[in-house]
């Protein structure tokens, strides 16, 4: 009787096992996206993406979690969308000042005007990338919050371009950080 429990135990087991190895397998490429997003999201916004959480499931990616800066919570889906993999994102990623005092007033008026800053200021960096890049400059997309802009580069842009327009972007009024990404 104990070897029959025994047998059906084992089986149980490795039935288990076998599944198991399955999903590893097809959660390998989640594991690994989820991975190289963490990483471009410390690489490109510092530590405040510290408490971004990625959850991956076959390319589309949700990201959770506090940060203290607008940008990060703006820009993380731009960046997060550079990594090859990713193919969709969900950005549930929430400003911690709002979520501190959700009731408070004060902090919608805030993002409004900080919304207003950063379409001003994307608008004045796209008039100096035309300007300067010519119709280049049309190709490169561009994304602005709270001085903090994002570069995102078609893959055949060469290096040489890229740093031509991080230099034409940093002379922009107001602009503090650039960060460069490849387009998806």
Known sequence: MKWKALAKMVL???LLIGGSAANAADNKADWTTTLKVKLALLEKLGSDSLHVDVEANAGALILKGTVDKRETRELASTVAQSVPSVKSVENNI??????????KTGVAAGEAEAELKDALLATRIRLALVDRMGSDGFKIGTEAADGVVTLAFDRTFNAERRKAAGKV??????VTKVVSVDKA
């Open 169 to 174: 972007v940093q002379g922009v009024d107001g």
């Open 12 to 14: 149980v087991g490795a």
């Open 94 to 103: 929430l400003f911690e000042a709002s979520v501190a005092n959700p009731s």
